[in-house]
């Protein structure tokens, strides 16, 4: 039975991920085979209350949109709240996929705006804990809706939490929120840090958000490329875009809807429009990794448990 996902052509399918034109001095990111892997992408930051998990919203919109099937993970443990500003109360978790039995088209929650949720919950805390049988029949579920989506959007914690950083490894794409607020900048710079120390990872893309301006966005951006090229050894980073301040952002919020559909024309949406199109020309290499399945491979079998 076909997951409850949004449908696109054969056409609208095919991801033409050329190369971002906006890169980092240090030609972060070089010409790839193209592949119809679906890209699995963490929306991550270091600090909370950037609007990461609004923007993954908005994202997955803006590319259900153009035609790509998105699934959002709502992987905050601690303040799952995808559900929240979309006005909507899944009724399953992964909790109920590992131990009820309950199918993953049945966990899958479909939005009104074309995309769909998988709700995590408490039940990814209870992923390790899992028999080997249990994983590979997850394993089994997620090749299945590999085929059937282009985007897995992991909407992640804030900061340097176990699960945080677990998430982030999984994923195959990473992309840093951050707000002009100097703790934002700091904050960001330690995720980076560890993840690239303890863990090995050196690519990012940056998105500033709440920006007064495109040439604040710029210096925050700058700041943050500064410190990793004098202090970290062969980070690569990549602009991404800025999204303004806008009030029309929180107007959404207080409506429950993504500010893309509520407020179309606003100088937000348009940006996040923008960004949107940027990351269907991301250039990935043409490798398995960060697909459906290598994503949850990852983190099943993590040696550590997720906290």
Known sequence: MRPDVPTATSAENKDTRRRSPRTTRRGAYAVTAQTELPL???????????G??????????????????????????????????LGLTPKL????????????????????????????????????????????????????????????????????????????LAARERLLVLTTEP?????????????????????????VNMAQSAKAAMVVYEKLYQACDRFLSGISLDFTGFVPQDPAVRAAVI????????????PASRKLEDIARTITTWDIPATLD?????FWKKLLFQEQPLA
Do not use: W
């Not at 699995?40 to 950037?50: I, L």
């Not at 919203?57 to 905050?76: E, P, Q």
């Not at 703790?183 to 998105?207: E, G, P, Q, W």
């Not at 409506?255 to 606003?266: E, I, S, T």
């Open 255 to 266: 409506r429950q809807k993504p500010f893309c559909v509520d407020a179309p024309g606003a």
């Open 183 to 207: 703790t934002s900048l700091t904050d960001a710079y330690a995720l980076i840090k560890v993840m690239h120390i303890n863990h090995a990872v050196n690519r990012f893309r940056v998105l």
């Open 40 to 50: 699995v992408f963490s929306v991550t930051s270091g600090k909370g209350g950037v």
């Open 93 to 168: 978790n992964l909790f109920h996929l590992f131990h009820e039995g309950v199918t993953l088209n049945r966990v899958l929650c479909q939005t009104p705006y074309g995309f769909s949720i998988l709700p995590a919950s408490s039940g990814v805390g209870e992923m390790l804990t899992l028999s080997t049988g249990q994983k590979l029949e997850l394993l089994e579920a997620m090749d299945y809706l590999e085929n059937r989506i282009d985007y897995l959007i992991v909407d992640t914690g804030a900061g340097i939490s176990d699960n945080v950083i677990y998430f982030n």
């Open 52 to 85: 990461k998990t609004n923007l993954s919203v908005n994202l997955a919109y803006c590319l259900s949109r153009m035609g790509k099937r998105t699934v959002i993970l709502d992987a905050d443990l601690g303040l799952a709240n995808v559900d929240v500003l």
């Open 290 to 294: 960060g697909n459906i399945k290598f």
